[in-house]
């Protein structure tokens, strides 16, 4: 009789056992989102002058002075442009000046040009009028924020960077103007001096998008 029941019991547990282990089936139905695509947008900084209208990638000779004696001014405005798809957070501007003529003795006319710089001027010409005059924040930055911005400072191995220029939206355009002062107290060591300047400027994207 205990056999019985013990075989029983075997049975009753092995019965068991299928029963946790089976699985059942239940209706389900699946659903699916497709063609999920990435485009990357275009930072895109143009720039055009007084004698270069249609924006382009470079511009030439936004700045020149030919003859130019103590206490002469020369102005010029350079145009930023945005034709890209993403806006434009803020421009760096860097100048880089190589000495072409050097009619003195150990003369360097970049210590006798002042700069002059506005932001925003409304009506782009060669008279630089209007606008913010941002030349102290300039030299704040990459001068000695005392006296007059020299060509000088703001050429330090061609390292020094002003990057406080305002953002440009998409479509949009920003006027930089620029006016050059030869110091009336240049010597005439600096008679039959040139000098050859480039302007950079980077457009950077908003870090925080």
Do not use: W
Request: net charge negative; with cysteine; proline share 2%.
């Amino acid at each position: 009789m205990n056999k019985k029941i013990l075989l029983s019991l075997m049975s009753s547990a092995a019965m068991l056992t299928l029963v946790v282990g089976a699985t059942y089936a239940f209706f389900s139905d699946n659903s699916t989102s497709n063609n999920n695509t990435f485009a990357s947008g275009s930072l895109n900084l143009q720039l055009d002058d007084s004698d270069e209208t249609t924006p382009a990638e470079s511009v030439t000779g936004s700045i020149t002075a030919t003859d130019f004696a103590p206490g002469q001014s020369v102005s010029g405005f350079i145009s930023l442009h945005n034709p890209g798809s993403l806006p434009i957070a803020e421009v760096e501007m860097t100048i880089d000046t190589t000495e072409t003529l050097d009619g003195g003795v150990a003369s360097d006319m970049r210590e006798v040009l002042a700069l002059t710089v506005l932001e925003d001027d409304l009506t782009p010409d060669a008279n630089c009028s209007g606008g913010t005059n941002i030349t102290s924040a300039i030299d704040t930055q990459v001068g000695d924020g005392v006296g007059s911005l020299l060509i000088s400072e703001f050429d330090n191995l061609g390292v020094d960077i002003y990057d406080a220029i305002s953002g440009i939206g998409v479509g949009n355009t920003r006027n930089v103007c620029f006016t050059v002062t030869f110091q009336s107290t240049a010597g005439n060591e600096y008679q039959g001096d040139a000098l050859s300047s480039t302007i950079t400027f980077t457009g950077n994207q908003d870090a925080s998008q």
